[in-house]
T-cell receptor, first 113, second 112 residues
Framework: NAGVTQTPKFQVLKTGQSMTLQCAQD?????MYWYRQDPGMGLRLIYY???????DKGEVPNGYNVSRLNKREFSLRLESAAPSQTSVYFC????????????FGPGTRLTVT | GENVEQHPSTLSVQEGDSAVIKCTYS??????FPWYKQELGKRPQLIID?????GEKKDQRIAVTLNKTAKHFSLHITETQPEDSAVYFC???????????FGTGTRLKVLA
């Protein structure tokens, strides 16, 4: 039982390049989330998927797109990376029950130069 | 939408002393308040949570209190140990959704 996994662990991009961050969970959770973590800013929600087939914007969605590929996988895409997107990205999942624990992946450290 | 404020941003305590971290929230309809601990370079992990129908919850050396009237909740760690050094995040559920809004974090340093 791997829990929540993310790839890659580290990535360096040049401004304007694109990339997709991958996330998968094996806990049969319905809900999945993407956060970014910046110093002094806490965890800010980018997008989330309450259940397979649905996605919704969070607090900071600009510059990102998501795909809920199936129940297990939820990807985050940066179409044209900008230095402001330098951050640590965490994926999380939870049961589709309000007030349930979110389980986080190990994170992806992204640097955009 | 929900807004969560967390204080202090950094906290240093001597080993064995108590630590208290406070959060306020804006939406009176929020009903779930988790606390996450994040060690350096690691992922956030849930350490304790409280629901709006409960005023206090304890788990060994950690406790959380909730004041719904004042819309604030606090994390209490007693008999602090060096391994308690980490960043702690509070969060509040956003009513009617599956989203949590996180505070900006508190870096706790326990000095030996």
């Amino acid at each position: 039982n791997a829990g929540v996994t993310q790839t890659p662990k580290f990535q360096v991009l040049k401004t304007g390049q694109s990339m997709t961050l991958q996330c998968a969970q094996d806990m049969n959770h319905n809900s999945m989330y993407w956060y970014r973590q910046d110093p002094g800013m806490g965890l800010r929600l980018i997008y989330y998927s309450a259940s397979e087939g649905t996605t919704d914007k969070g607090e900071v969605p600009n510059g990102y797109n998501v795909s809920r590929l199936n129940k297990r996988e939820f990807s985050l895409r940066l179409e044209s990376a900008a230095p402001s997107q330098t951050s640590v990205y965490f994926c999380a999942s939870s049961e589709q029950i309000r007030g349930s624990e979110q389980y986080f992946g190990p994170g992806t450290r992204l640097t955009v130069t | 939408g929900e807004n969560v404020e967390q204080h202090p941003s950094t906290l240093s305590v001597q080993e064995g002393d108590s630590a208290v971290i406070k959060c306020t929230y804006s939406d009176s309809a929020s009903n779930y308040f988790p606390w996450y601990k994040q060690e350096l370079g690691k992922r956030p992990q849930l350490i304790i949570d409280i629901r709006s129908n409960v005023g206090e919850k304890k788990d060994q050396r950690i406790a959380v209190t909730l004041n719904k009237t004042a819309k604030h909740f606090s994390l209490h760690i007693t008999e602090t140990q060096p391994e308690d050094s980490a960043v702690y995040f509070c969060a509040a559920s956003e009513a009617g959704t599956y989203k949590y809004i996180f505070g900006t974090g508190t870096r706790l340093k326990v000095l030996a």
